[in-house]
């Protein structure tokens, strides 16, 4: 099954979301369209040694020899009788191309970002590792934080999944007031900090677009320019409530917040996908986990008239 992303979701901005919907154990889960690059019938898979037991080793795929990652394990889920219905879903996000291991796919659903709830303790347990909840039919679909699936398996293997280099403090930027919009706790604390070191330390967070919007009509209200209150806005895409195409247009399209630049800081940041964020007005995109090409386009959108 292959998706043809340029024929999904052509208007940026329209707050909603594509994904696709597949099972592990008697769970369902959905992964956003963007993400996906092809779904196919599981192959041989060869195994490498002292990788991360979640890890069930690597497949050539035309030509590129990709991880597979076992969601059944990870999610300690046994193989049910159902295994002649399990495929492999190839990602691609955070300039990498990642396999995972899933039970049945079926069809693909358009969901509005409205109707994506936070998850709770009261999840089954998997709340750590989702992003959100949808409910569906009367189904509940559960949304993984795939870059946070991924960040932990790493972790645990000894590797540094953002290798982060030192940032220089630089006093000139310890007056800037920058807005931050990122659901994920885990790179949120990890942008603040590496901002922070930077000197960067006039920080404002949202955990979605719809708080980080009516922040910025507030600030309006009185008629000035948003850019005379704040130096810039950083925002992920993938947000509950709001996502960050959706957030951009909003605040582009409105005269007196339209000067405010904004960088789009996302794992969803492609060739086939750049697109988007351009067609909402984004002054620059940059992909996760990219952190140190964020503070240099930062420095370049606020000391550029200096």
């Known amino acids: 099954m292959s998706l043809n992303k340029q024929e999904i979701l052509l208007s940026s901005g329209t707050n909603e979301l594509e994904i696709v919907k597949f099972e592990v154990g008697h769970n369902?889960?959905?992964?956003?369209?963007?993400?996906?690059?092809?779904?196919?019938?599981?192959?041989?898979?060869?195994?490498?040694?002292?990788s991360h037991s979640h890890v069930e080793g690597m497949i050539t795929l035309r030509g590129e020899i990709l991880p597979v990652i076992d969601l059944f394990s990870f999610f300690n889920v046994e193989h049910g009788e159902e295994?002649?219905?399990?495929?492999?879903?190839?990602?691609?996000?955070?300039?990498?191309?990642?396999?995972?291991?899933?039970?049945?796919?079926?069809q693909i659903h358009r969901v509005s970002w409205e109707e994506i709830e936070k998850p709770t303790a009261l999840n089954q347990g998997l709340e750590r590792h989702m992003t959100g909840i949808i409910k569906l039919d009367g189904t509940m679909i559960f949304l993984p934080d795939y870059e946070k699936i991924i960040f932990d398996l790493e972790s645990e293997s000894g590797l540094d999944p953002y290798h982060?280099?030192?940032?220089?403090?630089d006093q000139r930027r310890t007056d800037k007031k920058l807005i931050i919009v990122e659901d994920s706790p885990l790179l949120l604390r990890l942008l603040v900090e590496k901002l922070n070191e930077a000197g960067y330390n006039n920080i404002v967070s949202f955990e979605n677009g719809k708080d980080a919007y009516e922040h910025a009509l507030e600030l309006i209200e009185d008629g000035t320019p948003?850019?005379?209150?704040?130096?810039?806005?950083?925002?992920?895409?993938?947000?509950?409530?709001?996502?960050?195409?959706?957030?951009?247009?909003?605040?582009?399209?409105?005269?007196?917040?339209?000067?405010?630049?904004?960088?789009?800081?996302?794992?969803?940041?492609?060739?086939?996908?750049r697109h988007k964020?351009?067609?909402?007005?984004?002054?620059?995109?940059?992909?996760?986990?990219?952190?140190n090409e964020l503070i240099e386009k930062l420095d370049k959108y606020i000391f550029q008239n200096q």
Do not use: C, W
């Not at 982060?164 to 403090?169: G, S």
């Open 28 to 50: 369902i889960f959905g992964i956003n369209v963007m993400k996906v690059r092809e779904i196919i019938q599981p192959v041989e898979i060869t195994k490498v040694p002292h």
């Open 277 to 291: 964020g351009e067609q909402v007005g984004a002054d620059e995109q940059i992909s996760k986990p990219e952190l």
């Open 226 to 273: 948003l850019q005379e209150k704040v130096d810039l806005m950083i925002t992920d895409i993938e947000m509950p409530q709001m996502d960050g195409h959706r957030l951009t247009k909003l605040l582009k399209d409105n005269p007196l917040s339209a000067g405010m630049p904004i960088l789009i800081f996302s794992s969803l940041i492609t060739d086939d996908l």
């Open 164 to 169: 982060v280099k030192d940032e220089k403090f």
């Open 83 to 106: 295994e002649k219905q399990e495929k492999y879903i190839v990602t691609e996000f955070n300039k990498r191309k990642i396999v995972f291991h899933t039970g049945a796919v079926s």
